[in-house]
């Protein structure tokens, strides 16, 4: 089997990825020169397969990657492959008994969906976050239709602090059935939005706007099981795509690493402290033996145990955290690996 990840930068013309897909079909066959005849020329024809699948493309377009396996055939094998819109973080084309599969689940969680909710008192936009992409599920807007008035001349009267007193009552009146307007029309988008992201299968929604408006917006949602997070407080509801592509995505990439982090100190002190956590690589792949990991985690520049440690997730049915930069080095005491346990 032959694993490819290609990573595509849509600003170098170059076509750098070019040679890297060759540098790596080169090191593959290299890998089969001491194997027998049979094997070699499949390797070989495989190869040339792999080549000549892109020899006829000057430059890749977005998205931002291609994942593909290859079985090794003299023949035409089987093939799959899937355009990405996250880049791998480690490129590459790797000859191997089994399909390497750590970098897809990577390549899957990064490139999850998201609901986005723009959110201001009195308007609300509704998007999906997809592989770096946005687009526009829904918009509302609260009208708020008030009485007309006709300037007029006041009339006199004996107690000008009592009228006084009437006219701030009036205006705070005024101002508290405006602002329970406003929550309402939150409660209530909040309540359309899980219509529209539940159908389209989006498990976590991103909310920009004060504290209080994200809020009365949860509070619609009910008893939805999506993830609510906030991603920040600026007022971004009248910027356009474009723009908001840069400050959404970093927002998800933020509490998405807040997230790994949270999880990776937590499985670090069950396993110290408690009775369903689990340390170390050893520890941990004999859990996944036994079914018994809910939620992995791991430093991926373990190496090979890495692709064990996948693989014994994935066959019991357990959540993969792949932490990397700071969140990998929490996991140093632990040689790369931590997991909460079922039981």
Not at 244 to 257: F, G, M, P, Q
């Amino acid at each position: 089997m032959i694993s490819v990840y290609l990573r595509f930068d849509p600003a170098d013309r170059s076509g750098a990825w070019r040679t890297e897909l060759r540098n790596g079909v080169d090191r593959a066959a290299e890998l089969a020169e001491d194997a027998e005849h049979d094997r070699k020329i499949a390797v070989r024809e495989t190869a040339k397969r792999l080549l000549e699948r892109f020899d006829d493309q000057e430059l890749r377009p977005p998205p931002r990657g291609e994942a593909g396996f290859l079985e090794v055939s003299k023949r035409e094998g089987e093939e799959r492959w899937w355009g990405i819109g996250v880049a791998p973080v480690l490129p590459a084309v790797l000859l191997t008994d089994r399909p390497v599969v750590t970098e897809l689940v990577d390549l899957c969680r990064r490139g999850e969906e998201s609901g986005i909710a723009l959110l201001s008192a009195e308007r609300v936009r509704l998007l999906r976050f997809a592989e770096g992409d946005l687009e526009e599920i829904d918009e509302w807007e609260l009208t708020i239709l008030s009485r007309d008035w006709r300037e007029r001349k006041a009339q006199s009267t004996p107690n000008p602090a009592r009228a006084q007193g009437i006219s701030s009552s009036g205006r705070d009146q005024h101002h508290e059935r405006l602002e329970h307007n406003r929550h309402r029309f939150l409660v209530e988008c909040g309540r359309l939005a899980a219509e529209r992201l539940g159908g389209q299968g989006l498990g976590e929604v991103v909310a920009f706007g004060p504290r209080p408006d994200a809020e009365a917006f949860w509070k619609g949602l009910g008893s939805t099981l999506m993830r609510v997070e906030l991603g920040g407080e600026a007022d971004l509801i009248s910027m356009s795509r474009g723009e908001l592509i840069d400050e959404v995505s970093a927002a998800v990439t933020r509490l998405s690493a807040k997230r790994d982090r949270d999880f990776v100190e937590r499985a670090l002190e069950e396993a110290r402290g408690g009775s369903r956590g689990a340390a170390g690589p050893q520890e941990t792949i004999e859990a996944l033996w036994e079914r018994r990991v809910e939620h992995l985690a791991f430093d991926p520049a373990i190496g090979d145990s890495a692709e064990t440690l996948v693989r014994g997730a994935l066959a019991g049915d357990a959540e993969i955290t792949i932490a990397r930069d700071g969140v990998a080095e929490l996991l140093e005491p632990a040689e790369g690996v931590a997991a909460i346990l079922r039981y």
